[in-house]
Structure formats: structure tokens, C-alpha cells
């Protein structure tokens, strides 16, 4: 059965950084376009940053546009999201999933989520 497995997340203070890591079992990744995603509490599931399976083509939400990065190595079947310049109003449950429909930013165009890791981040 195929699942991603989101690692790297903590507490952070306003200001610091953080990797997460999403990697999978039962899938090779490198021909999946990735996505990570976040949700706080009482919110929805709301897009981050998508790279394509070349790692070339990247897009951002506006909120983390210039702060966080998102790249890929295909040989460790591995999707990273470096996190800069953390914000409180970044603390979230952070998840990656394999685009599977036709819309990049919306959570339902994903498939296999994992069980998320959580970041902290404190003012």
C-alpha cells in the first residue's frame, strides 16, 4: 500500500528554520508531480508550494512565496520544504501528497497523504 511520510517538523522560535522531508513507501516519486499542503486547527487543508518531477517548475502560495523552497531528489525518492522566516501564523499540521486530478492548489486533486508532521512556531 502506497503512503508518503512527512518528517522534519518541531518547534521553532519567529524567525528560525526548518526542512521537512516527504518520502514514501510502495511508490517511486520521481514521475509524481508533489504537493505540501497545511492545515491549522479549525481550518481547511490549504495549498503551500507543488513541484513538477524534475524539480524545474515550482509554484508557491502567496502567504510563504519567498520564504519557503521546495525541491526534490529523485534518487532518494525524497520531496523537501525548506521553511524560512517562520511566522506563527505558520504553525500547522504539514503534509505532502501525489497530485492525481487537474488542480495543483486544491487539496482534492491529491492523492496517498500522509499522516502529516507538526510545526510549531513561536512568537
Known amino acids: 500500500q502506497v503512503q508518503l511520510v512527512e518528517s522534519g517538523g518541531g518547534l521553532v522560535q519567529a524567525g528560525g528554520s526548518l526542512r521537512l522531508s516527504c518520502t514514501a513507501s510502495g511508490r517511486t516519486l520521481s514521475n509524481d508531480i508533489i504537493g505540501w499542503f497545511r492545515q491549522a486547527p479549525g481550518s481547511e487543508r490549504e495549498f503551500g508550494a507543488v513541484i513538477n518531477t524534475s524539480g524545474g517548475t515550482t509554484f508557491f502560495a502567496d502567504s510563504v512565496k519567498g520564504r519557503f523552497t521546495i525541491s526534490r531528489d529523485n534518487a532518494k525518492n525524497t520531496v523537501y520544504l525548506r521553511m524560512t522566516s517562520l511566522k506563527p501564523e505558520d504553525t500547522a499540521v504539514y503534509y505532502c501528497?501525489?497530485?492525481?486530478?487537474?488542480?495543483?492548489?486544491?487539496?482534492?486533486?491529491?492523492?496517498?497523504w500522509g499522516q502529516g508532521t507538526q510545526v510549531t512556531v513561536s512568537s
Open positions: 501528497a501525489v497530485l492525481t486530478g487537474d488542480d495543483w492548489a486544491r487539496p482534492t486533486s491529491y492523492d496517498y
